[in-house]
């Protein structure tokens, strides 16, 4: 195409503009400079109409399409005040833009001033013509006739002079008013961004301020268990992973604990406050505290029982051992890679699902757990001939496995 000529509707009302001819020789019409972001632009000139110029938008539009396609421009206009406005984006031709012709559009793209067609003036009233016509006829003799022509003369350039002073500051408001709704629509922008980055900046002290408080809170220290002189034994597991059949592995643990060899036990599991997915599994025989907040009264009657996020406050009474309990269960989920003890006198496995992890996590292989493992003494697996057995049976049959008699054995001999 040759050239690019934006036509919109105040164009088309002023201007006699044939589309078709224009079409006709290559001249690509828009009606709106976005339409320039959907089609391949070559560096063709974009021609601009006065009359876009003179419109709310228009010198915002013209300096947005500038920085961001780089557009080409040609300005057609006789507007004194705009052509010094807009002379810097672009080349500008004084042309009458009602009777704008596509040799107009080819002088323009060629720089040719010649086709510039003069703006026309409006023609002279009556009274102008005949004040002339007395002062230019010598046989008018009459002094008060000829003073009265020559004032009307003198009002009539004087008007003259006002009407385009008058004309040019208007052009000139309009050109301020659109430069001013440029700036306008820039500040709009810079103010929507600073909103955002308050409200970013806010949500990232929020966050921040959530993070101090989780660091700081109970939930990531470790309890000493020295000042607790009559503390019970403690079988201390940290999981790695999903572990499978946790909560059958630590009740048989727990109950044969119980039943066969007449220990009191209590369980505690300690678990991350922000997973409620596994919250949503822990079986009813539990009972659940909340970030540590808990009745003494409660810990003490529990045998099971499980905190979401502080601890501390709960092992503090549970070791004090009121209850007298001689073995604790602690069951530690938590995705911090550490204990939250620091006791020397405990008995400790980790739990890892997959024993091609235990090198990897930097665990010791002799007391860790793992699943589904044969002929490996520390492995809790899918029993299949769990399901056919009776409930009576069935703790029988689990609370014979080899991990279990071993955990028991090592718990009756370390502790002695």
């Known amino acids: 195409m040759q050239a690019i000529l934006l036509v919109d509707s105040e164009s088309r009302r002023i201007s006699t503009i044939e589309i078709a001819e224009l079409k006709r020789f290559d001249i690509y019409i828009i009606s709106d400079l976005k339409e320039l972001l959907s089609i391949k632009y070559h560096e063709e000139p974009v021609i601009i109409l006065e009359s876009f110029l003179k419109s709310e938008y228009g010198i915002s539009e013209i300096?947005?399409?500038?920085?961001?396609?780089?557009?080409?421009?040609?300005?057609?206009?006789?507007?004194?005040?705009?052509?010094?406005?807009?002379?810097?984006?672009?080349?500008?031709?004084?042309?009458?833009?009602?009777?704008?012709?596509?040799?107009?559009?080819?002088?323009?793209?060629?720089?040719?001033?010649?086709?510039?067609?003069?703006?026309?003036?409006?023609?002279?009233?009556?009274?102008?013509?005949?004040?002339?016509?007395?002062?230019?006829?010598?046989?008018?003799?009459?002094?008060?006739?000829?003073?009265?022509?020559?004032a009307i003369l003198k009002i009539s350039e004087y008007n003259s002079s006002l009407y385009s002073r008058v004309n040019e500051l208007e052009n000139y408001i309009k050109v301020l008013e659109s430069l001013n709704q440029n700036k306008a629509s820039q500040l709009s922008y810079l103010s929507s961004l600073v909103d955002t980055m308050l409200q970013q900046t806010i949500k990232v002290n929020d966050a921040l301020s959530q993070y101090s408080f989780l660091c700081q809170k109970e939930v990531y220290c470790k309890v000493a268990m020295d000042s607790f002189e009559h503390h019970p034994?403690?079988?201390?597991?940290?999981?790695?992973?999903?572990?499978?059949?946790?909560?059958?592995?630590?009740?048989?643990?727990?109950?044969?604990?119980?039943?066969?060899?007449?220990?009191?036990?209590?369980?505690?599991?300690?678990?991350?406050?922000n997973n409620p997915l596994r919250q949503k599994y822990i079986p009813d025989y539990y009972t659940i505290f909340s970030d540590g907040v808990f009745q003494k009264t409660l810990v003490h009657v529990s045998d099971y029982m499980c905190t979401t996020g502080g601890y501390a406050e709960i092992l503090h009474s549970i070791c004090e051992n009121q209850s007298g309990i001689e073995y604790l269960i602690v069951l530690d989920t938590k995705l911090v890679d550490d204990t939250i003890l620091r006791v020397i006198d405990v008995l400790r496995f980790d739990l890892c699902r997959n024993s091609s992890k235990i090198k990897e996590y930097g665990l010791l292989d002799s007391r860790t757990i793992v699943n589904n493992v044969q002929n490996r003494e520390l492995s809790w697996n899918h029993y299949y001939e769990y399901a056919s057995l009776n409930e009576k049976d069935r703790f029988l049959f689990l609370a014979n496995r080899p991990v279990i008699n071993r955990i028991i054995q090592l718990a009756l001999s370390e502790f002695d």
């Open 233 to 273: 034994k403690i079988i201390y597991f940290k999981e790695y992973g999903d572990f499978l059949h946790l909560n059958t592995f630590i009740f048989t643990l727990a109950e044969t604990l119980k039943r066969q060899y007449d220990f009191p036990v209590k369980v505690l599991w300690v678990m991350d406050k």
């Open 63 to 150: 300096i947005l399409y500038k920085e961001l396609i780089g557009l080409n421009y040609i300005f057609i206009t006789n507007n004194d005040v705009l052509f010094k406005e807009i002379s810097r984006y672009g080349k500008v031709f004084s042309f009458d833009i009602s009777k704008i012709n596509y040799s107009m559009i080819i002088s323009a793209i060629n720089d040719d001033n010649e086709a510039a067609i003069p703006f026309t003036v409006e023609p002279e009233n009556k009274f102008v013509k005949l004040a002339k016509i007395v002062l230019e006829n010598p046989g008018i003799t009459d002094d008060t006739i000829k003073g009265m022509s020559e």
